[in-house]
């Protein structure tokens, strides 16, 4: 199966990072990103917290650990014979650390694909993903819409009900016990559920 992936939030701990960078930056004490769009949290433009990211890019891109579970979970797949894509909001010119990261962490790697904020729907279609592992909600339920069945990994910033298509992960454990199922049931599976032990 080809498998996208995304990076911050999915193979990267980004947002523990920024968090305290973020606190830092704009003199805040906040303790949970409970919104995706992080400008929002920290109530500053969008043009703010845009420049902040360029400014410190190098830093912010290089700190993060990987998620817990990510490395091992991706060599997992990969072994089981899955292709990983991985698709990140992330920008072109962010394509040389974002590599770097993954070299320093070992992270597996063979296509990377920077969508620059935009829409990651005609990048899955574009690549011919079967599945996709997210956890912006936004994209998660775009890309579900467009029939790839999504599994959002569980984050603060995207509770909430889920639609038809996409699959709540507590941890990459059960993301790649979702994927077994799915390469081994042919997509058979329930579908808009919290996944359970």
Same mark, same amino acid.
């Given at each position: 199966?080809?498998?996208?992936?995304?990076?911050?939030?999915?193979?990267?701990?980004?947002?523990?990072?920024?968090?305290?960078?973020?606190?830092?930056?704009?003199?805040?004490?906040?303790?949970?990103?409970?919104?995706?769009?992080?400008?929002?949290?920290?109530?500053?433009?969008?043009?703010?917290?845009?420049?902040?990211?360029?400014?410190?890019?190098?830093?912010?891109?290089?700190?993060?650990?990987?998620?817990?579970?990510?490395?091992?979970? =991706?060599?997992?797949?990969?072994? +089981? @014979?899955?292709?990983?894509?991985? $698709? #990140?909001?992330?920008?072109?010119?962010? !394509?040389? /650390?974002?590599?770097?990261?993954?070299?320093?962490?070992?992270?597996?790697?063979?296509?990377?694909?920077?969508?620059?904020?935009?829409?990651?729907?005609?990048?899955?279609?574009?690549?011919?993903?079967?599945?996709?592992?997210?956890?912006?909600?936004?994209?998660?339920?775009?890309?579900?819409?467009?029939?790839?069945?999504?599994?959002? =990994?569980?984050?603060?910033?995207? +509770? @909430?009900?889920?639609?038809?298509? $996409? #699959?709540?992960?507590?941890?990459?454990? !059960?993301? /790649?016990?979702?994927?077994?199922?799915?390469?081994?049931?042919?997509?058979?599976?329930?579908?808009?559920?919290?996944?359970?032990?």
């Amino acid at each position: 199966m080809r498998i996208g992936v995304d990076i911050d939030g999915v193979t990267a701990d980004s947002f523990t990072v920024w968090l305290g960078e973020l606190n830092r930056y704009f003199s805040k004490n906040i303790s949970v990103i409970d919104n995706y769009d992080i400008h929002q949290v920290y109530d500053v433009s969008w043009d703010e917290m845009n420049r902040f990211f360029k400014e410190n890019m190098e830093h912010l891109f290089m700190m993060p650990q990987p998620v817990k579970g990510a490395k091992q979970g =991706l060599e997992s797949l990969i072994a +089981q @014979g899955h292709e990983i894509v991985y $698709v #990140t909001a992330r920008a072109a010119d962010e !394509e040389e /650390v974002t590599l770097r990261w993954m070299d320093k962490y070992k992270i597996p790697y063979k296509n990377v694909v920077f969508s620059d904020l935009q829409s990651k729907v005609d990048l899955v279609k574009q690549w011919q993903l079967e599945l996709f592992i997210e956890d912006y909600t936004k994209n998660a339920l775009a890309i579900a819409q467009a029939g790839i069945p999504v599994l959002l =990994l569980n984050a603060t910033y995207n +509770q @909430g009900e889920l639609v038809r298509g $996409v #699959t709540r992960c507590r941890n990459w454990t !059960e993301i /790649v016990r979702a994927v077994t199922s799915l390469s081994g049931d042919g997509f058979a599976y329930q579908q808009g559920v919290e996944l359970r032990r």
